[in-house]
């Protein structure tokens, strides 16, 4: 049972354009909501994290916008340049316990020039 | 560089043959995991070690080894692999399980192949 659904699968915006990608969970124990960024022959980094008691969290260019009562949180990348292109994989975990990611099944992006 | 190295980087292997994954982290983290990728499919986790013990094993096939000899270092011993066992195997590693932060690092991977 996939507990994190990520889409779309796969993303292509134009340079200074914006790309979305959204995510909906289904245990309401999550309470941790990272995105991890992937370049070929990368293994995934980091990108920006929200807790549920806020609703956005911006750093930069990215941000990420939560719903709780829907269950989703989206990505939003503004003003996507070509470097961006890589898959995203949004993910969950529970803020107690082992706090293993539970990922979602990734999106790539693709941002022309 | 993310501070996690594997190796190889690449490999290719019969079903018959037996090899291990290596994963070394120079982060001074006492949390480390095996991921497997597979193309289209969400990262599944496969194991978490914390401080050398093994505190997760998610119904990962017996044909799949993990070795934690110290907190700095992690294997994945490989025998009778299977085709479908094909895919990009991730190391990670984070401070703790049991206090933040939680950002996990994560190395370049393995890319195994089985024939």
């Known amino acids: 049972q996939q507990q994190v659904k990520q889409s779309p699968q796969s993303l292509i915006v134009q340079k200074g354009g914006i790309s979305i990608i959204n995510c909906a969970y289904e245990?309401?124990?999550?309470?941790?909501f990272p995105w991890y960024q992937q370049f070929p022959g990368k293994g995934p980094a980091l990108l920006i994290a929200?807790?549920?008691?806020?609703s956005e969290k911006k750093e930069g260019r990215f941000t990420i916008s939560f719903n709780k009562s829907a269950k989703q949180f989206s990505l939003h990348i503004m003003d996507s340049q070509p470097g961006d292109s890589a898959t995203y994989f949004c993910?969950?975990?529970?803020?107690?316990?082992?706090?293993?990611?539970?990922f979602g099944s990734g999106t790539r992006l693709q941002v022309q020039p | 560089e993310t501070g996690v190295t594997q190796t190889p980087r690449h490999l290719v292997m019969g079903m018959t043959n037996k090899k291990s994954l290596k994963c070394e982290q120079h982060?001074?983290?006492?949390?480390m995991y095996w991921y497997k990728q597979s193309a289209k499919k969400p990262l599944e986790l496969m194991f978490v070690?914390?401080?050398?013990?093994?505190?997760e094993n998610n119904s990962v096939p017996s044909r799949f080894s993990p070795e934690c000899p110290n907190s700095s270092h992690l294997f994945l011993h490989l025998h009778t692999l299977q085709p479908e066992d094909s895919a990009l195997y991730l190391c990670?590693?984070?401070?703790?399980?049991?206090?933040?932060?939680?950002?996990?690092?994560f190395g370049p991977g393995t890319r195994l192949t089985v024939t």
């Open positions: 990670a590693s984070s401070q703790d399980l049991l206090a933040g932060p939680y950002e996990q690092y």
């Open positions: 245990n309401t124990a999550f309470d941790y």
């Open positions: 929200i807790r549920p008691d806020v």
């Open positions: 993910a969950a975990s529970i803020d107690t316990g082992r706090r293993a990611l539970t």
């Open positions: 982060l001074g983290h006492n949390a």
């Open positions: 070690y914390s401080l050398e013990e093994r505190v």
